[in-house]
């Protein structure tokens, strides 16, 4: 059973225009959120993240959101830019693991 | 500074053969990771060293994987024999250790895998 969950295997925006890349959790124990971006024939890198202490967290264009009565987080990115597309993953720390989603993959158009 | 290091970044066998994958994690970080990247999913945990101890290989397919850490720095991770099912993307990370949950993971490039 999926506990990190990215429903949205892909997502196309127009250069300029906001990105939303969702992600929805099970356990309501999780305390720490991340996400990562992840490029062609490279490694994740780290993005940002929201402790569960914030209900948002800003970082120049991106900013996550953390809903925990919905058990949702979401990442903002405005404005997009081509350089944006990539594959955007959810992740969480428990225990000694870190459990990623799936991924989205983001296309910004020019 | 240099990132983490892994080779080969692409390798091709047929099945029942032995491949080897080898990590070198950035200098100083004392947590190494190995995770398999099936298409279309994200990373999966196989194994978590703390210098040269495994603290979590709950996920690693014993029968067939192993993996080590000499010395507390380079890793290397082996499949014999593979099978067709472990065609997939192999990616190591490291971090500096002691940061708990907000540790940051630095991940290679990764090894993608063909079993033929």
């Known amino acids: 059973d999926q506990q990190v969950k990215q429903n949205s295997p892909s997502l196309s925006v127009q250069e300029g225009r906001i990105s939303i890349l969702n992600c929805d959790y099970t356990n309501s124990m999780f305390d720490y959120f991340l996400w990562y971006k992840k490029y062609p024939a490279e490694g994740p890198t780290f993005l940002i993240s929201i402790s569960s202490i914030k209900d948002k967290n800003e970082d120049g264009r991106f900013t996550v959101f953390l809903n925990k009565s919905a058990k949702h987080l979401s990442l903002h990115i405005v404005p997009s830019q081509p350089g944006d597309s990539a594959v955007y993953f959810c992740?969480?720390?428990?225990?000694?693991?870190?459990?990623f989603g799936a991924g989205t993959r983001l296309f910004v158009k020019a | 500074e240099a990132g983490v290091v892994q080779s080969p970044r692409y390798k091709i066998i047929e099945k029942k053969q032995p491949v080897a994958f080898w990590c070198n994690p950035i200098?100083?970080?004392?947590?190494l990771y190995w995770y398999l990247q099936n298409l279309g999913q994200g990373p999966e945990l196989l194994i978590r060293?703390?210098?040269?101890?495994?603290?979590?290989d709950s996920q690693l397919p014993k029968d067939r994987f192993s993996a080590e850490r000499l010395k507390g720095v380079d890793s290397t991770l082996k499949i014999q024999p593979a099978e067709l099912g472990d065609s997939a993307v192999y990616l190591c990370a490291s971090s500096l250790g002691g940061r708990g949950q907000e540790e940051t993971q630095y991940f290679g490039p990764g090894t993608r895998l063909l079993v033929l």
């Open positions: 060293y703390e210098n040269e101890e495994a603290v979590d």
């Open positions: 992740a969480v720390p428990w225990g000694f693991k870190t459990i």
């Open positions: 200098s100083g970080h004392n947590t």
